[in-house]
């Protein structure tokens, strides 16, 4: 059986496309005696020489990852995958009743209403648009420039679409289905988080964390930045605060950092509901080390993608090109956390192996950890994952209360064991009502990185 055959067959049998590109014959016998049974799943993609990444001198090229896989049964396989089938039936509706790109399907993972794990979740979003948003006024209250939302009602969707819906796993001969999967229907209300000194130094939205410069310097006397702090934009252009994300690289270049998009430009709404500014106007500005010492430039805005460009939601990301100090050196993009402790001190390191699989957010095999300078370093439970193949999959991740602004573009990882492999970046924060009196349900919400590596071409380093 040729490769290509080899391929499609395990994408039949319900092995998903991720996974099933790095299999072979050899391989998927030490995995699974029988893949129809225990389905094998993408945990990670890793680098086996990572340790030459850690400190500069980098190698100029990228080694390539090997895959790390993990199985479940059958029956959790098909739990999952048909949920995703059901989701993207669903969402190929909405769009015939909605084209505001604000309602979406997606897979919730926790039990919530008396509903069962892995139901969809039908989300009517209202977008705020304006950084200086407090999550305790009341949507009424806000003009309605200041604010996105899509024409048709909850109830008119409700009307529309059906109350449970069936979905399909594998294919041909293997193919599964399961029905009565659940909606559940809700309204949430997303806001960007950045903010400025003044509302930080007025404490609506005060950064607390990781507010430091962190810099280091090798026995080479290489100087690198840090991740998982406090950045600013140029006070000179648009003044913003956000958090440095994770390192990325590309084939061939030195490595750049990753943040939000919104963040680097203006996005507040001018009175006739329209951005303030384009979002590739932030091209080229500066990006300080912020907090009590933000003369320290670490670098310009090299390149993004974000939701009001050309690229769909919910990109929101951007490359940060780090600068050269002098003639002769040259400030680095490093992989160790910043620590709340103070000036150069870390507390770990985001793994220079790579990153994580698809798979284990489709499975819901863990917790996951963010670093954010408004919120410090969290672990949280899994809420849905939205996927759609013509857009960015989106992480959802729950937290006990909404934070201030700030963490955009901040690092997710996993911790296994201590290697902290990075699997999103964070774009915003979200309260949703599921309605019934049930309480709302404050959320983060990160874009996989799986889809940035593919939308920037680099890898995570």
């Given at each position: 059986?040729?490769?290509?055959?080899?391929?499609?067959?395990?994408?039949?049998?319900?092995?998903?496309?991720?996974?099933?590109?790095?299999?072979?014959?050899?391989?998927?016998?030490?995995?699974?005696?029988?893949?129809?049974?225990?389905?094998?799943?993408?945990?990670?993609?890793?680098?086996?020489?990572?340790?030459?990444?850690?400190?500069?001198?980098?190698?100029?090229?990228?080694?390539?990852?090997?895959?790390?896989?993990?199985?479940?049964?059958?029956?959790?396989?098909?739990?999952?995958?048909?949920?995703?089938?059901?989701?993207?039936?669903?969402?190929?509706?909405?769009?015939?009743?909605?084209?505001s790109g604000l309602i979406s399907s997606k897979v919730i993972?926790?039990?919530?209403?008396?509903?069962?794990?892995?139901?969809?979740?039908?989300?009517?979003?209202?977008?705020?648009?304006?950084?200086?948003?407090?999550?305790?006024?009341?949507?009424?209250?806000?003009?309605?420039?200041?604010?996105?939302?899509?024409?048709?009602?909850?109830?008119?969707?409700?009307?529309?679409?059906?109350?449970?819906?069936?979905?399909?796993?594998?294919?041909?001969?293997?193919?599964?289905?399961?029905?009565?999967?659940?909606?559940?229907?809700?309204?949430?209300?997303?806001?960007?988080?950045?903010?400025?000194?003044?509302?930080?130094?007025?404490?609506?939205?005060?950064?607390?964390?990781?507010?430091?410069?962190?810099?280091?310097?090798?026995?080479?006397?290489?100087?690198?930045?840090?991740?998982?702090?406090?950045?600013?934009?140029?006070?000179?252009?648009?003044?913003?605060?956000?958090?440095?994300?994770?390192?990325?690289?590309?084939?061939?270049?030195?490595?750049?950092?990753?943040?939000?998009?919104?963040?680097?430009?203006?996005?507040?709404?001018?009175?006739?509901?329209?951005?303030?500014?384009?979002?590739?106007?932030?091209?080229?500005?500066?990006?300080?080390?912020?907090?009590?010492?933000?003369?320290?430039?670490?670098?310009?805005?090299?390149?993004?993608?974000?939701?009001?460009?050309?690229?769909?939601?919910?990109?929101?990301?951007?490359?940060?090109?780090?600068?050269?100090?002098?003639?002769?050196?040259?400030?680095?993009?490093?992989?160790?956390?910043?620590?709340?402790?103070?000036?150069?001190?870390?507390?770990?390191?985001?793994?220079?192996?790579?990153?994580?699989?698809?798979?284990?957010?489709?499975?819901?095999?863990?917790?996951?950890?963010?670093?954010?300078?408004?919120?410090?370093?969290?672990?949280?439970?899994?809420?849905?994952?939205?996927?759609?193949?013509?857009?960015?999959?989106?992480?959802?991740?729950?937290?006990?209360?909404?934070?201030?602004?700030?963490?955009?573009?901040?690092?997710?990882?996993?911790?296994?064991?201590?290697?902290?492999?990075?699997?999103?970046?964070?774009?915003?924060?979200?309260?949703?009502?599921?309605?019934?009196?049930?309480?709302?349900?404050?959320?983060?919400?990160?874009?996989?990185?799986?889809?940035?590596?593919?939308?920037?071409?680099?890898?995570?380093?």
């Amino acid at each position: 059986m040729g490769r290509r055959r080899f391929v499609k067959s395990l994408v039949t049998m319900g092995v998903s496309a991720e996974a099933a590109l790095h299999l072979d014959k050899e391989k998927l016998e030490n995995i699974t005696g029988d893949p129809t049974e225990e389905v094998p799943r993408l945990g990670a993609l890793k680098r086996p020489d990572a340790e030459k990444y850690e400190e500069p001198p980098y190698p100029e090229t990228l080694s390539e990852r090997e895959p790390e896989y993990y199985t479940i049964s059958h029956n959790d396989w098909m739990v999952a995958e048909t949920a995703f089938d059901a989701a993207r039936k669903v969402q190929r509706r909405i769009d015939q009743l909605d084209d505001s790109g604000l309602i979406s399907s997606k897979v919730i993972m926790q039990s919530n209403n008396g509903t069962e794990p892995y139901h969809v979740g039908v989300v009517r979003s209202t977008r705020i648009r304006y950084d200086s948003f407090d999550k305790r006024t009341s949507l009424s209250e806000l003009s309605e420039t200041k604010k996105e939302t899509a024409d048709i009602t909850v109830d008119e969707l409700q009307g529309e679409l059906p109350d449970t819906v069936s979905g399909v796993a594998g294919e041909g001969d293997y193919e599964t289905e399961r029905d009565g999967i659940e909606l559940r229907f809700s309204e949430s209300v997303e806001w960007d988080e950045s903010c400025d000194d003044e509302e930080c130094d007025e404490g609506t939205t005060g950064v607390e964390f990781f507010q430091h410069p962190y810099r280091y310097e090798n026995d080479d006397g290489d100087i690198t930045c840090a991740t998982g702090c406090r950045i600013d934009t140029d006070p000179d252009g648009y003044d913003g605060t956000l958090s440095l994300g994770p390192r990325v690289k590309s084939t061939f270049g030195d490595p750049k950092f990753l943040t939000s998009a919104h963040g680097v430009f203006e996005s507040d709404l001018d009175d006739d509901g329209e951005p303030e500014e384009d979002p590739q106007d932030a091209i080229g500005r500066t990006i300080h080390q912020g907090g009590i010492l933000n003369t320290d430039k670490i670098g310009e805005v090299d390149e993004i993608k974000d939701r009001r460009g050309e690229e769909s939601w919910p990109w929101d990301a951007a490359l940060i090109e780090t600068y050269r100090v002098g003639i002769d050196e040259e400030l680095s993009a490093g992989n160790r956390l910043a620590s709340d402790s103070g000036t150069n001190e870390f507390s770990g390191a985001l793994s220079t192996a790579g990153r994580i699989g698809k798979d284990y957010y489709k499975d819901n095999m863990g917790p996951t950890c963010k670093q954010g300078i408004r919120t410090g370093r969290c672990e949280h439970t899994l809420w849905g994952y939205d996927e759609d193949p013509d857009r960015p999959d989106q992480i959802e991740l729950m937290r006990d209360a909404s934070d201030g602004g700030g963490d955009s573009g901040c690092p997710y990882f996993v911790d296994e064991n201590g290697d902290f492999m990075v699997s999103g970046l964070h774009r915003a924060g979200d309260r949703r009502d599921p309605g019934d009196g049930w309480p709302p349900q404050d959320l983060a919400l990160g874009i996989w990185i799986g889809d940035i590596e593919d939308g920037f071409n680099v890898e995570v380093v």
